[in-house]
């Protein structure tokens, strides 16, 4: 997470959608980092209304506007399933490892998920609180034009993130039945994603 007093501006960083790279080349120029714990790092909307929200207003009387990434619900599934797969996740309980990504997506459909699909929910981290707290700038993961030029013209910088923590690629397809399953069961993920402006 990223926070410019000056501009009123919180970056959320949710996972899998490319922000630690942007962390990475805006931390020298943001007046909070959080890069560590996870927890925190990566702290969905209503952890930032119940912990850092309430630090700005309490003790400067100042309100955020909050910006998040948001990824093709599938890409994004995808890119964890792939990001698990990784070699060093291998002797880790929630690795991939001789799972299929329909066997993944499956999992990830359930009610309780296996430690494998527990991997959070991008509507979730992006739910509006009932006092109003919630996204104000919402990007595509795949529009990265519209997210460079509004960060570079809001904070008044140049940049040319990297790329960091990447999954490894791979072919991981998945079959149209399962597919049609999980637009059907997320239907509200796809909906949010596709009324991103583009």
């Known amino acids: 997470m990223l926070v410019f007093f000056k501009e009123r501006l919180a970056f959320l960083s949710m996972p899998k959608t490319?922000?630690?790279?942007?962390?990475?080349?805006?931390a020298p120029r943001a007046d909070l980092v959080i890069t560590d714990p996870p927890l925190l790092k990566h702290a969905p909307v209503y952890r930032y209304n119940r912990f850092i929200r309430p630090m700005f207003l309490n003790v400067c009387d100042?309100?955020?506007?909050l910006m998040a990434v948001m990824r093709e619900p599938i890409s994004w599934l995808n890119s964890w399933y792939?990001?698990?797969r990784r070699p060093f996740m291998s002797d880790k309980p929630n690795n991939?490892?001789?799972v299929t990504f329909d066997e993944f997506v499956l999992a990830y459909m359930k009610g309780k998920r296996p430690g494998f699909a527990e991997v959070g929910n991008q509507l979730k981290f992006l739910e509006r609180q009932p006092n109003?707290?919630?996204?104000?700038?919402?990007?595509s993961y795949e529009d990265q034009p519209r997210l460079k030029s509004f960060l570079e013209e809001r904070l008044?910088?140049?940049?040319?993130?990297?790329?960091?923590?990447?999954?490894p690629k791979m072919d991981a397809p998945l079959s149209p039945d399962i597919e049609a399953r999980f637009r059907r069961k997320f239907a509200e993920d796809f909906e949010l994603y596709e009324s991103?402006?583009?």
């Open 18 to 26: 490319g922000t630690t790279a942007y962390q990475t080349a805006l």
């Open 132 to 139: 109003g707290t919630g996204i104000t700038h919402l990007f």
């Open 156 to 167: 008044d910088v140049k940049l040319d993130p990297g790329r960091e923590n990447v999954s």
């Open 196 to 198: 991103i402006p583009r």
């Open 62 to 65: 100042a309100e955020m506007e």
């Open 82 to 84: 792939r990001y698990r």
């Open 96 to 98: 991939t490892h001789g």
